[in-house]
Protein backbone atom coordinates (compact mmCIF):
# COMPACT_ATOMS: atom_id res chain seq x y z
CA UNK A 1 0.00 0.00 0.00
CA UNK A 2 1.10 3.59 -1.05
CA UNK A 3 2.81 5.28 2.04
CA UNK A 4 1.88 8.87 2.38
CA UNK A 5 4.42 11.26 4.60
CA UNK A 6 2.34 13.26 7.73
CA UNK A 7 3.31 16.78 6.94
CA UNK A 8 7.49 17.51 7.28
CA UNK A 9 7.79 14.55 9.76
CA UNK A 10 8.96 11.25 9.27
CA UNK A 11 5.72 9.44 9.98
CA UNK A 12 4.71 7.28 6.72
CA UNK A 13 0.57 6.77 6.62
CA UNK A 14 -1.93 4.94 4.78
CA UNK A 15 -3.78 7.08 2.07
CA UNK A 16 -6.71 6.29 4.67
CA UNK A 17 -7.61 6.75 8.33
CA UNK A 18 -9.47 5.09 10.72
CA UNK A 19 -12.06 7.34 12.69
CA UNK A 20 -11.86 5.87 16.32
CA UNK A 21 -15.56 7.99 16.47
CA UNK A 22 -17.49 4.90 16.69
CA UNK A 23 -15.97 2.35 18.80
CA UNK A 24 -17.40 2.18 22.14
CA UNK A 25 -20.48 4.37 20.70
CA UNK A 26 -22.06 2.39 17.63
CA UNK A 27 -19.96 -0.17 17.39
CA UNK A 28 -19.77 -1.99 20.59
CA UNK A 29 -16.22 -3.30 21.99
CA UNK A 30 -16.41 -6.57 20.64
CA UNK A 31 -17.51 -5.48 17.43
CA UNK A 32 -14.74 -2.35 17.51
CA UNK A 33 -12.08 -5.53 18.15
CA UNK A 34 -13.20 -7.30 15.06
CA UNK A 35 -13.53 -4.09 12.73
CA UNK A 36 -9.86 -3.60 13.87
CA UNK A 37 -8.49 -6.98 13.20
CA UNK A 38 -9.96 -6.54 9.87
CA UNK A 39 -8.51 -3.34 9.10
CA UNK A 40 -5.01 -3.74 10.35
CA UNK A 41 -4.91 -6.81 8.59
CA UNK A 42 -5.41 -4.72 5.20
CA UNK A 43 -2.99 -2.49 6.16
CA UNK A 44 -4.26 0.54 7.66
CA UNK A 45 -1.92 1.39 10.82
CA UNK A 46 -3.29 4.74 11.45
CA UNK A 47 -6.13 5.87 13.84
CA UNK A 48 -7.29 8.78 14.50
CA UNK A 49 -9.41 9.36 17.85
CA UNK A 50 -10.38 11.76 20.96
CA UNK A 51 -10.22 12.25 24.01
CA UNK A 52 -13.81 13.65 24.22
CA UNK A 53 -15.22 10.17 22.01
CA UNK A 54 -17.86 9.86 22.81
CA UNK A 55 -18.66 12.23 26.26
CA UNK A 56 -21.93 12.97 24.17
CA UNK A 57 -23.81 9.75 24.95
CA UNK A 58 -26.32 9.02 27.40
CA UNK A 59 -23.62 7.75 30.42
CA UNK A 60 -20.28 8.01 28.96
CA UNK A 61 -18.17 10.48 30.40
CA UNK A 62 -15.31 10.79 27.39
CA UNK A 63 -12.59 8.40 26.72
CA UNK A 64 -14.35 5.33 26.06
CA UNK A 65 -12.95 5.39 22.12
CA UNK A 66 -9.43 5.48 23.03
CA UNK A 67 -9.77 3.06 26.13
CA UNK A 68 -11.18 0.77 23.61
CA UNK A 69 -8.21 1.12 21.30
CA UNK A 70 -5.94 0.70 24.28
CA UNK A 71 -7.22 -2.47 25.23
CA UNK A 72 -7.11 -3.92 21.48
CA UNK A 73 -3.43 -2.82 21.41
CA UNK A 74 -2.79 -4.59 24.52
CA UNK A 75 -4.38 -7.84 23.70
CA UNK A 76 -2.99 -7.50 19.46
CA UNK A 77 0.48 -6.51 20.95
CA UNK A 78 0.90 -4.46 18.08
CA UNK A 79 1.11 -0.86 19.07
CA UNK A 80 4.96 -0.75 17.53
CA UNK A 81 3.56 -0.92 14.49
CA UNK A 82 0.58 1.87 14.37
CA UNK A 83 -0.04 5.46 14.17
CA UNK A 84 -2.18 6.63 16.53
CA UNK A 85 -3.56 9.88 16.54
CA UNK A 86 -5.78 11.64 19.47
CA UNK A 87 -7.16 14.82 20.29
CA UNK A 88 -7.19 17.56 23.20
CA UNK A 89 -9.16 20.61 24.17
CA UNK A 90 -12.82 20.12 23.53
CA UNK A 91 -15.06 20.09 26.41
CA UNK A 92 -14.77 17.08 28.89
CA UNK A 93 -17.40 18.87 31.42
CA UNK A 94 -15.76 21.85 32.22
CA UNK A 95 -17.95 23.60 30.32
CA UNK A 96 -15.47 25.18 27.84
CA UNK A 97 -13.28 24.62 25.24
CA UNK A 98 -9.45 24.69 26.75
CA UNK A 99 -5.83 24.36 25.60
CA UNK A 100 -4.26 25.89 29.14
CA UNK A 101 -0.77 24.29 29.16
CA UNK A 102 -1.93 22.83 33.13
CA UNK A 103 -4.49 21.21 31.09
CA UNK A 104 -3.00 19.87 28.45
CA UNK A 105 -0.51 18.23 30.91
CA UNK A 106 -3.22 16.67 32.96
CA UNK A 107 -5.23 15.55 29.36
CA UNK A 108 -2.43 13.75 27.83
CA UNK A 109 -2.01 11.68 30.90
CA UNK A 110 -5.31 10.60 31.00
CA UNK A 111 -5.13 9.64 27.29
CA UNK A 112 -1.83 7.95 27.34
CA UNK A 113 -3.61 5.71 30.25
CA UNK A 114 -6.39 4.89 28.22
CA UNK A 115 -4.76 3.53 25.64
CA UNK A 116 -2.28 2.20 27.50
CA UNK A 117 0.82 3.48 25.52
CA UNK A 118 4.20 5.31 26.55
CA UNK A 119 3.70 7.77 23.59
CA UNK A 120 1.14 9.15 21.24
CA UNK A 121 2.22 9.85 17.62
CA UNK A 122 -0.30 13.12 16.38
CA UNK A 123 -1.30 14.99 19.18
CA UNK A 124 -3.61 17.49 17.88
CA UNK A 125 -5.60 20.47 19.34
CA UNK A 126 -9.27 19.49 18.88
CA UNK A 127 -10.59 23.00 18.63
CA UNK A 128 -9.26 26.78 18.55
CA UNK A 129 -8.82 27.98 22.31
CA UNK A 130 -8.27 32.23 21.02
CA UNK A 131 -8.12 32.92 25.18
CA UNK A 132 -4.83 30.75 25.29
CA UNK A 133 -1.65 32.46 23.26
CA UNK A 134 -0.03 30.03 20.88
CA UNK A 135 3.40 30.73 22.73
CA UNK A 136 1.57 28.76 25.68
CA UNK A 137 -0.36 26.22 23.46
CA UNK A 138 3.10 25.13 21.83
CA UNK A 139 5.21 25.82 24.34
CA UNK A 140 3.22 23.25 26.21
CA UNK A 141 3.65 20.56 23.52
CA UNK A 142 7.09 21.31 23.16
CA UNK A 143 7.45 20.07 26.66
CA UNK A 144 5.31 17.02 25.94
CA UNK A 145 7.88 15.95 23.20
CA UNK A 146 10.84 16.32 24.93
CA UNK A 147 9.21 14.16 27.42
CA UNK A 148 8.99 11.74 24.99
CA UNK A 149 5.05 11.49 25.36
CA UNK A 150 4.51 13.17 22.13
CA UNK A 151 5.76 12.36 18.62
CA UNK A 152 3.89 15.05 16.39
CA UNK A 153 1.41 17.67 16.56
CA UNK A 154 -1.51 19.00 14.69
CA UNK A 155 -4.58 20.75 15.05
CA UNK A 156 -8.21 20.62 14.15
CA UNK A 157 -10.71 22.87 13.12
CA UNK A 158 -8.49 25.98 12.68
CA UNK A 159 -9.37 28.98 10.54
CA UNK A 160 -6.68 29.55 7.73
CA UNK A 161 -5.60 33.31 9.64
CA UNK A 162 -5.55 31.40 12.88
CA UNK A 163 -3.41 28.38 11.22
CA UNK A 164 -1.02 31.26 9.59
CA UNK A 165 -0.57 32.73 12.80
CA UNK A 166 -0.03 29.44 14.93
CA UNK A 167 2.70 28.44 12.34
CA UNK A 168 4.00 32.14 12.30
CA UNK A 169 4.53 31.64 16.18
CA UNK A 170 6.66 28.52 15.86
CA UNK A 171 9.12 30.17 13.39
CA UNK A 172 9.26 33.10 15.71
CA UNK A 173 9.58 31.18 18.70
CA UNK A 174 11.18 28.04 18.34
CA UNK A 175 8.63 25.88 19.18
CA UNK A 176 6.70 22.61 17.53
CA UNK A 177 4.74 23.74 14.92
CA UNK A 178 1.59 21.58 13.84
CA UNK A 179 2.70 19.61 11.06
CA UNK A 180 -1.15 18.19 10.08
CA UNK A 181 -4.39 19.72 9.79
CA UNK A 182 -7.73 18.16 9.92
CA UNK A 183 -10.70 19.92 8.39
CA UNK A 184 -13.93 19.01 7.31
CA UNK A 185 -13.86 18.11 3.97
CA UNK A 186 -15.88 15.59 1.79
CA UNK A 187 -17.43 15.75 -1.82
CA UNK A 188 -20.51 17.95 -0.35
CA UNK A 189 -18.15 20.07 2.49
CA UNK A 190 -16.26 21.73 0.07
CA UNK A 191 -16.09 25.67 0.15
CA UNK A 192 -14.78 25.87 3.52
CA UNK A 193 -11.52 23.67 3.30
CA UNK A 194 -10.60 25.20 -0.67
CA UNK A 195 -11.78 28.65 -0.44
CA UNK A 196 -8.41 29.49 2.26
CA UNK A 197 -7.02 26.57 4.34
CA UNK A 198 -6.30 24.74 1.64
CA UNK A 199 -3.73 27.25 0.35
CA UNK A 200 -1.67 27.46 3.79
CA UNK A 201 -1.93 24.08 3.80
CA UNK A 202 0.10 23.29 0.53
CA UNK A 203 2.30 26.53 0.78
CA UNK A 204 3.38 25.06 4.69
CA UNK A 205 3.88 21.56 4.18
CA UNK A 206 1.06 20.58 6.30
CA UNK A 207 -0.53 17.15 6.56
CA UNK A 208 -4.31 17.23 5.69
CA UNK A 209 -6.33 14.45 7.69
CA UNK A 210 -9.65 15.57 6.59
CA UNK A 211 -12.86 14.31 9.17
CA UNK A 212 -16.14 13.53 8.02
CA UNK A 213 -15.01 12.41 4.28
CA UNK A 214 -18.47 10.65 4.09
CA UNK A 215 -20.32 13.56 5.40
CA UNK A 216 -21.15 11.11 7.83
CA UNK A 217 -22.50 8.61 6.05
CA UNK A 218 -24.46 10.67 3.09
CA UNK A 219 -22.40 9.79 0.50
CA UNK A 220 -22.35 5.95 0.72
CA UNK A 221 -25.67 6.78 -0.67
CA UNK A 222 -27.82 5.59 2.02
CA UNK A 223 -30.31 8.44 2.74
CA UNK A 224 -32.21 9.42 -0.67
CA UNK A 225 -35.56 10.06 0.89
CA UNK A 226 -36.65 11.13 4.54
CA UNK A 227 -37.77 7.91 4.69
CA UNK A 228 -34.40 7.15 5.40
CA UNK A 229 -33.71 9.33 8.43
CA UNK A 230 -34.60 6.16 10.32
CA UNK A 231 -31.77 4.24 9.35
CA UNK A 232 -29.37 5.33 12.04
CA UNK A 233 -29.14 7.72 14.69
CA UNK A 234 -27.83 10.72 12.71
CA UNK A 235 -29.79 9.83 9.94
CA UNK A 236 -32.70 12.59 10.64
CA UNK A 237 -30.26 15.53 10.97
CA UNK A 238 -28.28 13.94 7.51
CA UNK A 239 -31.43 14.02 5.52
CA UNK A 240 -32.00 17.58 7.02
CA UNK A 241 -28.60 18.64 5.86
CA UNK A 242 -27.74 17.35 3.06
CA UNK A 243 -30.87 16.27 0.82
CA UNK A 244 -31.28 18.61 -1.42
CA UNK A 245 -30.81 19.55 -5.06
CA UNK A 246 -27.16 20.18 -4.30
CA UNK A 247 -26.77 16.85 -2.59
CA UNK A 248 -29.02 15.01 -4.85
CA UNK A 249 -26.85 16.20 -7.71
CA UNK A 250 -23.62 14.79 -6.21
CA UNK A 251 -25.25 11.47 -5.52
CA UNK A 252 -26.16 10.95 -9.11
CA UNK A 253 -22.75 11.39 -10.12
CA UNK A 254 -21.29 9.16 -7.27
CA UNK A 255 -23.56 6.68 -8.90
CA UNK A 256 -23.07 7.26 -12.42
CA UNK A 257 -19.09 6.79 -11.57
CA UNK A 258 -19.72 4.02 -9.62
CA UNK A 259 -21.70 2.25 -12.25
CA UNK A 260 -18.80 2.60 -14.68
CA UNK A 261 -16.04 1.60 -12.26
CA UNK A 262 -17.87 -1.07 -10.72
CA UNK A 263 -17.61 0.52 -7.47
CA UNK A 264 -20.00 1.71 -4.74
CA UNK A 265 -20.78 5.00 -3.90
CA UNK A 266 -18.54 5.35 -0.66
CA UNK A 267 -15.54 3.61 -2.62
CA UNK A 268 -15.96 6.46 -5.13
CA UNK A 269 -16.31 9.64 -2.38
CA UNK A 270 -13.52 8.08 -0.70
CA UNK A 271 -11.41 7.57 -3.60
CA UNK A 272 -12.10 11.32 -5.16
CA UNK A 273 -10.54 12.87 -1.73
CA UNK A 274 -7.44 10.17 -1.78
CA UNK A 275 -6.13 12.03 -5.04
CA UNK A 276 -6.49 15.19 -4.00
CA UNK A 277 -3.25 16.94 -4.12
CA UNK A 278 -3.34 18.24 -0.81
CA UNK A 279 -4.90 15.64 1.08
CA UNK A 280 -2.49 12.96 3.18
CA UNK A 281 -5.00 10.56 4.38
CA UNK A 282 -9.01 11.39 4.86
CA UNK A 283 -10.78 9.44 7.68
CA UNK A 284 -13.40 7.64 7.88
CA UNK A 285 -15.16 4.88 10.20
CA UNK A 286 -16.98 2.06 9.79
CA UNK A 287 -18.86 0.36 12.73
CA UNK A 288 -20.00 -2.97 11.23
CA UNK A 289 -17.90 -5.45 9.29
CA UNK A 290 -19.68 -5.25 5.92
CA UNK A 291 -18.67 -1.33 5.29
CA UNK A 292 -14.82 -2.60 5.91
CA UNK A 293 -15.14 -3.48 2.46
CA UNK A 294 -15.84 0.14 0.99
CA UNK A 295 -12.76 1.43 2.90
CA UNK A 296 -10.93 -1.43 1.64
CA UNK A 297 -11.26 -0.66 -1.83
CA UNK A 298 -11.12 2.81 -1.85
CA UNK A 299 -7.75 2.87 -1.73
CA UNK A 300 -6.85 0.97 -4.74
CA UNK A 301 -9.79 2.90 -6.70
CA UNK A 302 -8.28 4.77 -9.86
CA UNK A 303 -10.78 7.40 -10.79
CA UNK A 304 -9.97 9.20 -14.28
CA UNK A 305 -9.66 12.84 -15.31
CA UNK A 306 -13.32 12.41 -16.36
CA UNK A 307 -14.22 10.79 -13.33
CA UNK A 308 -13.31 13.49 -10.96
CA UNK A 309 -14.43 16.21 -13.42
CA UNK A 310 -18.02 14.90 -13.27
CA UNK A 311 -17.54 14.68 -9.07
CA UNK A 312 -16.05 18.32 -9.42
CA UNK A 313 -18.80 19.99 -11.05
CA UNK A 314 -22.29 18.32 -9.65
CA UNK A 315 -20.71 19.05 -5.86
CA UNK A 316 -19.48 22.63 -7.09
CA UNK A 317 -20.63 25.34 -5.31
CA UNK A 318 -22.68 25.61 -2.32
CA UNK A 319 -26.58 25.09 -1.40
Known sequence: MELRRLGRSDILVPPLCIGGNV???????????????????????FIDTADVYSRWVEGHTGGESEAVIGRWMKARGNRDRLVIATKVGADMGQGKVSLKPDYIRSAV???LARLQTDTIDLYQSHYDDPDTPFEEVLGAYDE??????????????????RLFEALAVSTREKLPRYETLQPEYNLYARAGYEADIEAVCAASGLGVIPYFSLAAG???GKYRSAADAGKSTRGASLVQKYLNPRGERILAALDEVAAARGATPAQVALAWIIARPSITAPIASASRLEQVGDLVASVDLALTGADMARLDTASAGKD
Open 23 to 45: FGWTADEPTSFRLLDALFEAGFC
Open 109 to 111: EAS
Open 144 to 161: LIRAGKVRLIGASNLSAP
Open 218 to 220: FLT
